[in-house]
Nanobody
């Protein structure tokens, strides 16, 4: 099982930027894709962004497209989420995750392994 540790969350104002990072460790046979999901208070967990194994393909939820950018550094075994133009509705606990499935399936398929999450709070 792979272990995922998120960092970079915090309290920011609307319009600010924030960068989340995720460090992966442990053992897993296949990690074809990685990504981020979030869960706001009183709401179910939702897909945010995903990236393919090498990083050539990325996918985003419509709500964050154009504002968020996902990237990965396989040499360092990390994945990041650059969040720009943050809105109050972005407030949520953000979870780093990995999946044996392709990045394109994240919108409809739950990932396999999760981190503990990092809180992102955006005030208006």
């Amino acid at each position: 099982q792979v272990q995922l540790v998120e960092s970079g969350g915090g309290l920011v104002q609307a319009g600010d930027s924030l960068r989340l990072s995720c460090a992966a460790s442990g053992r897993v046979y296949s990690s074809y894709s990685m990504g981020w999901v979030r869960q706001a208070p009183g709401k179910e967990r939702e897909f945010v962004a995903s990236i393919s194994r090498i990083g050539g393909d990325t996918y985003y939820a419509d709500s964050v497209k154009g504002r968020f950018t996902i990237s990965r550094d396989n040499a360092k075994n990390t994945v990041s989420l650059q969040m720009n133009s943050l809105k109050p509705e972005d407030t949520a606990v953000y979870y780093c995750a990995t999946s044996a499935g392709y990045a394109s399936t994240w919108a409809v398929r739950t990932p396999d392994y999760w981190g503990q999450g990092t809180q992102v709070t955006v005030s208006s």
